[in-house]
């Protein structure tokens, strides 16, 4: 059997990677089906013969429904291997290749195509004895489906005969929410033996102008206007998920941040900050307080290296029990200043204290900052965001803020009038929202003069030297 295949760069590289759990989050168009397709015939031809001289494998190939299945994922297949692969209609869909191979063994091979969608499909999977897997489309598919796949893969051919020379469960899938299982496990957990991958995006957004991106895999199998015309009229959030490839949420809300990019401004990377420049710390008060530790460097990049985020907590327990033990542990060589919320001066009517005054109690130095009006703050942040090599986040220390940066903190959706889509004109107020509030009191700091503050007031700076806890 002869096939022309020659592997795309992402899957250059995942064809030879050792791990057991192996996902690729791609744009459409991008290979991704043909990629794995290649990656279980590959598997296929590398399992080693048995005494017969035959290489027997057995593979399922998931897909969350039946149509899906068979107009999709059994077509590509056909298309690749045509009569080569002869396939069955039952329950399960089961089809077979065999081939020789020029070494003089034989492959031997047993696809079951399985729709699974959701927890009730687990039983599908009991019994079955599989050398791996591949779930297509695996965001339209349940966690607890992947983890049961763990369990029945490597287990044909037995160990009496040749054995699994290598298991494995490939996943593909177009971007995804924040909320998603695979943002979680890919983003937040990184297991062992894991491995992720992602392709370059289609087209990138320059200067509000969508333009093919010469990275992007696989175009030369496409028409040349192929993702141009697909952009035309088409709803930026759809673009932005699944020709971007960036994460984010479809039809739920405005992110607030369009210049945003996960892949330009967020880096796994834990970084340290640098020795001798201030740290600034922007603080919203309240129920909800949350604190964003940055630093503006030499350079004029803004970077995000940690947060403290809290739910029902008087400013009194974040100064004293989350605040100054960060500071005094994880950032004891900076100086830094505390920049709040200008509204943090106004006193309670029970005590009559104000969250300055505790703040300033508990010995945090403390800032005003120039403004709360709502436009200028987010344009701080936009201004380091639009600017080249301008802001980076730590994910790893930072998760709230890198969700909120990518689709949490947004303008909720209020209503649609035929093709018009009307949101809010602030942010929903929710754990995102209070983190990146601190982040924009942070940004005012960090960008002085050169962003616009319509304040109605003006009102008395407060300030107290930045504080050295390096004797502390």
């Known amino acids: 059997m002869e096939i022309n295949y020659t592997a795309l760069p992402t899957f250059a590289k995942l064809h030879k990677d050792p791990n057991l759990y192996l996902f690729c989050m791609g744009p459409v168009g991008s290979g991704k089906s043909s990629g794995c397709i290649m990656h279980v015939l590959l598997n296929a031809v590398m399992q080693n013969p048995d005494s017969r001289g035959i290489r027997e494998s057995r593979y399922a190939i998931i897909r969350s429904s039946f149509p899906k299945l068979k107009s999709t994922t059994i077509k590509t297949w056909k298309l690749w291997f045509k009569d080569q692969v002869q396939v069955t209609y039952g329950s399960p869909i089961v089809g077979k290749m065999n081939f020789p191979l020029a070494d003089g063994t034989k492959v031997d091979t047993e696809l079951l195509f399985l729709p699974l969608e959701t927890d009730d499909d687990v039983e599908k999977l009991q019994s079955l004895e599989l050398t791996g897997a591949h779930i297509n ?51 937040e957990e990184k297991p062992r033996k894991h491995s992720f991958y992602r392709q370059p995006p289609a087209m990138l957004y320059e ?26 009229g088409t709803d930026e959030d759809f673009v932005n998920v699944f020709i971007l490839n960036n994460y984010g949420d479809l039809r739920h809300g405005r992110p607030v941040y369009k210049a945003y990019d996960d892949r330009i401004h967020a880096t796994e990377t ?48 974040f100064a004293e029990d989350f605040l100054w033990p960060k500071m005094r542990t ?22 009559k204290r104000s969250a300055m005054d505790l703040l300033i109690q508990a010995g945090l130095p403390v800032r005003l900052a120039k403004t709360n009006e709502k436009l200028a703050r987010r344009e701080a942040v936009n201004f380091f965001l639009r600017k080249l ?20 903190y947004k303008f909720e959706k209020l209503n649609s009038i035929g093709l018009l889509i009307r949101h809010k004109e602030t942010p929903e107020k929710t754990i995102y929202s209070h983190v990146h509030e601190a982040i924009q009191y942070a940004a005012i700091e960090a960008v002085g003069g050169r962003v616009s503050s319509r304040r109605k007031r003006p009102h008395k700076q407060e300030y107290i030297e ?6 502390y």
Not at 152 to 168: D, H, L, M, S
Not at 392 to 399: F, V
Not at 401 to 408: M, P, T, V
């Open 137 to 187: 489309e695996a965001s339209e598919v349940s966690r607890h489906i992947f983890d049961m796949l763990k369990t029945r893969i490597g287990r044909f051919p037995e160990r009496g005969g040749a054995g699994v020379t290598k298991k494995f469960i490939l996943l593909d899938y177009n971007a995804v929410p924040t909320d998603h299982w695979l943002y979680q496990i890919a983003e």
């Open 466 to 471: 930045p504080a050295d806890i390096s004797g």
């Open 207 to 232: 200067n509000g102008i969508y333009k093919t991106n010469p990275d992007a895999e696989n175009i030369e199998h496409l028409d040349e206007d192929y993702y141009e015309d697909m952009v035309l």
């Open 270 to 317: 834990v970084l340290q900050p640098l020795q001798g420049v201030p740290l600034i710390v922007g603080m919203d008060c309240g129920l909800t307080p949350a604190c964003a530790i940055t630093q503006l460097t030499p350079t004029g990049q803004f970077i995000l290296y940690d947060e403290i985020v809290t739910e029902n907590c008087s400013i009194q327990e």
């Open 330 to 351: 994880e950032y004891s060589k900076f100086k830094f200043e505390v920049v709040v919320d200008p509204a943090a001066r106004e006193r309670s009517q029970n005590d």
């Open 389 to 408: 090599g301008g802001f980076l986040i730590n994910g790893t220390k930072a998760p709230i803020s890198r969700k909120g940066f990518i689709s949490e």
